[in-house]
């Protein structure tokens, strides 16, 4: 993934969009699995796998999410 | 019947604020040229051209519509994602998308102007304009509704507060901001909610055991398709080809500035190329989601699971809409509820900030600098396109209320759409591939196709036309309301180039001189060899047309 946009006319270079896109993944990640650790889910909700979904959904995401981050922080140097 | 969402739900949702505001406000110091607010800066590696092509169209209303429609439809509904976008896609970046970036325009009426002339341009500035707003305010409408009825929120308070931040993003930051927040809408919707659609297909022990519960009827694409009453959507193999596969998806894919515009925004005619094609696996990717959690409403629908509320639009008729949300509280904990929300209100508002993006665009370039101030200069523009932001999105709030109060406008709103795009796509054909096409053919052409769309439209909607108007149109006495557009889109098209073509046979046309660059034959095509036959958009087009081609016969 190369970068989202070339300089500005005053030479500036905004960060990449996967920079932004990392850090809300990451964030949503990390909220996500604390949420499956300590809230009680209610009892409408039907369970479908053995470990809360919240807790490996969370964790996939807040794990992209980082790789996103380094990808957007790399590519804006090149 | 709401869905309860808790504190850890508001906290993500809040934070979906806090970073479209932040984005746009951290961009608006990139947005200070006409290039920059209008056109992203024209800047844009075909990764996020392409992503944003697609978001573009991948609102929460689509997404909301389509898996209520697949518990109605079936399988059928994956022609809307398939043969209904991916060849549309292809053809523009292969073959469309030369005439439009070479010639640097900042819009699609703007090529008309090149093309043709003025009259055509304005013509379809104006149509496009009056859409775009209209389809931005009932987005704002239903998007009110829906978290009104399932989430308890007051009305007033969803419309303002959404409104309110998308005119904040889109005036700091312009298409950079929309674009930027519609690759954020695109991972959340895939964060979101593709997990619903995989714990419910699992539920259900697994893709195979979801499949052969579902009745014959819905699970496949063209087997039912030979006879309108083998299907539920009562369609012919004919009708989804010509009104699906080429006009209307050619129509919206090839010329709705809303999408096309993005595409504009790429740094060089390679990425500009690659920009629809690279959508494409991702919208071949989509029915995973769309149709996968409707066919799993449709199970727990008939098992008695997932009890469907009535319509509030249309008493007494059940509100397929709703399943997606239903879904979510079924299989949602805490936190994933505030995802799936947040996924919901990020497509809403996305969906929104493109039509305003494209809207301020079409005013500023094609109606504002062309009938009120010629020599505008390229800050003035600017500004222009910043206070059309905040207009644009104050009639949209008034479209939704307008709408709230007399809700079978939207039944004539939503019609719109393919009354402009079709026949719209015949004089962008013409233009493109004819050199014989003259401007008062597009012209009259493009009149005659809008009328004859609308008179279809109303013939039926007024019951004016009986079975035997629906046989000769449609190919069948009873078609269901999809099967009607569709046709109705063919028709539109076919009178748009018929009359186009005769008109241009007695007109004078254009000299090659000022062809050039505008029309086949008198535009040099691009030269691919430079690059390796991995980077070379024919063979990425080439490599989604396998996919594509290997999906229907799968679930031929």
Redesign the interface.
């Known amino acids: 993934m190369s970068e989202v946009h070339g300089p500005s006319e005053d030479g500036q270079t905004p960060l990449p969009i996967w920079f932004f896109v990392g850090l809300i993944l990451a964030a949503y990640g990390a909220i996500l699995v604390a949420a499956a650790w300590l809230v009680e889910p209610p009892a409408r909700v039907v369970a479908v796998t053995a470990t809360p979904p919240g807790l490996w959904w969370g964790g996939g995401m807040a794990v992209l999410g980082v790789v996103f981050v380094w990808l957007g922080l790399r590519g804006r140097g090149k | 019947m709401t869905i309860?969402i808790?504190a850890?739900d508001w906290?993500?949702i809040a934070?979906?604020f806090a970073?479209i505001l932040g984005?746009g406000l951290?961009?608006r110091?990139?947005a200070?040229?006409g290039d920059?607010f209008f056109l992203?800066?024209r800047?844009?590696?075909s990764?996020?051209a392409g992503l944003a092509f697609l978001s573009a169209n991948l609102g929460a209303l689509e997404i909301l519509g389509w898996t209520g429609g697949t518990m109605k439809y079936g399988m059928f509904v994956s022609h809307f994602y398939w043969v209904g976008a991916i060849p549309a896609m292809l053809f523009l970046g292969l073959y469309m998308m030369p005439f439009y970036y070479s010639s640097r325009i900042h819009s699609v009426p703007g090529y008309l102007r090149l093309r043709f002339d003025e009259r055509t341009r304005v013509l379809n500035a104006v149509s496009f304009a009056v859409m775009t707003l209209l389809m931005s305010g009932i987005n704002l409408y239903l998007m009110a509704l829906v978290f009104k009825v399932l989430l308890g929120w007051d009305w007033h308070v969803s419309m303002w507060v959404s409104a309110g931040a998308i005119a904040v993003y889109i005036t700091l930051g312009g298409l950079?901001s929309a674009?930027?927040t519609e690759?954020?809408q695109f991972?959340?919707i895939w964060?979101g909610l593709f997990?619903v659609a995989a714990?419910g297909i699992?539920?259900l022990g697994g893709p195979a055991a979801l499949l052969e519960g579902l009745p014959e009827r819905m699970t496949h694409l063209w087997a039912t398709a030979g006879s309108a009453g083998d299907n539920e959507m009562g369609i012919t193999w004919m009708g989804i080809a010509l009104g699906l596969g080429f006009v209307l998806s050619f129509g919206y894919w090839t010329t709705d500035f809303l999408v096309v515009q993005r595409a504009f925004s790429s740094?060089d005619l390679r990425s500009a190329r690659l920009t629809p094609i690279t959508a494409s696996f991702f919208k071949m990717a989509l029915p995973v989601v769309v149709v996968g959690a409707g066919l799993v409403a449709y199970r727990l629908h008939a098992q008695g699971l997932l009890p469907i509320p009535d319509d509030p639009t249309r008493p007494g008729q059940p509100w397929n809409d709703a399943a997606l949300p239903l879904l979510i509280?079924?299989?949602?904990?805490?936190?994933?509820v505030g995802?799936g929300v947040t996924a919901l209100l990020a497509g809403f508002m996305a969906g929104q900030a493109g039509n305003v993006s494209a809207f301020n665009t079409v005013w500023t370039y094609d109606l504002y600098r062309v009938l009120i101030r010629r020599d505008a200069s390229d800050a003035h523009l600017v500004w222009v396109g910043r206070v059309t932001t905040v207009v644009g999105i104050l009639l949209s709030v008034a479209t939704a209320y307008v709408a709230m109060r007399f809700n079978t406008i939207m039944d004539y709103i939503q019609a719109i759409f393919s009354w402009v795009n079709a026949p719209l796509f015949a004089t962008m054909l013409l233009g493109m591939f004819w050199r014989g096409a003259t401007s008062a053919g597009a012209f009259f052409g493009l009149i005659a196709g809008m009328l004859a769309s609308f008179s279809i439209f109303l013939g039926f909607k007024l019951d004016v036309f009986g079975p035997g108007a629906a046989r000769v149109l449609c190919f069948s006495e009873a078609p269901s309301d999809m099967a009607r557009n569709l046709w109705q889109a063919w028709w539109a098209w076919v009178v748009c180039a018929g009359v186009t073509v005769a008109v241009s046979l007695v007109t004078p046309r254009k000299s090659d001189e000022d062809l050039r660059g505008l029309v086949k034959g008198l535009t040099p095509s691009p030269d691919d060899t430079r690059v390796s036959w991995a980077r070379r958009p024919v063979t990425w087009a080439l490599a989604s047309l396998a996919v594509l081609i290997a999906l229907n016969a799968w679930f031929w």
């Not at chain 2, 509280?329 to 994933?336: D, E, F, H, K, S």
């Open positions: 309860e808790q850890v906290l993500i934070l979906y970073a984005i951290y961009l110091r990139f200070r040229t920059d992203a800066g800047r844009n590696s990764w996020v950079m674009i930027f690759i954020v991972f959340l964060a997990l714990l699992a539920d740094r509280a079924r299989y949602y904990p805490p936190g994933l995802l």
